[in-house]
């Protein structure tokens, strides 16, 4: 069974930096896509960034310059560097692994449903 563990994330003020980082255990293939994800109170789950195990990223747009993600694949850990927060990114922040799609890794929403394993979730709270 697949389980990922999430830590960090916290408060901070706009403009300031936090990191997340999700441990993966359990039976995964070598391809396994692991993906950051977020949601935020009344809005729909947003897809943040992901990283194929080739080291190719993918951020949304909302994100990019600003966040930077890293995958140990000795380590099974998936890091998010969060810098120049705004309180448009509090979200509770989630991880999520699954098989690729077509050969890559996604995060927009029709491919979400791939990631078959999900972390327990972390809150990041962005005050003005």
């Known amino acids: 069974q697949v389980q990922l563990a999430q830590s960090g994330g916290g408060s901070v003020q706009a403009g300031g930096s936090l990191s997340l980082s999700c441990s993966v255990s359990?039976?995964?293939?070598?391809?396994?896509?692991i993906g950051w994800f977020r949601q935020a109170p009344g809005k729909e789950r947003e897809g943040v960034a992901t990283?194929?195990?080739?080291?190719?990223?993918k951020y949304a747009d909302s994100v990019k310059g600003r966040f930077a993600i890293s995958r140990d694949n000795g380590k099974r850990t998936l890091s998010l560097q969060m810098n120049s927060l705004s309180p448009e990114d509090t979200a509770m922040y989630y991880c999520?692994?699954?098989?690729?799609?077509?050969?890559?890794?996604?995060?927009?929403?029709?491919?979400?449903?791939?990631?078959?394993?999900w972390g327990q979730g972390t809150q990041v709270t962005v005050s003005s």
């Open positions: 999520a692994a699954g098989p690729p799609y077509g050969g890559s890794c996604h995060i927009a929403e029709p491919f979400q449903s791939v990631y078959q394993y």
């Open positions: 359990g039976d995964t293939s070598t391809d396994t896509c």
């Open positions: 990283m194929t195990v080739d080291h190719i990223p």
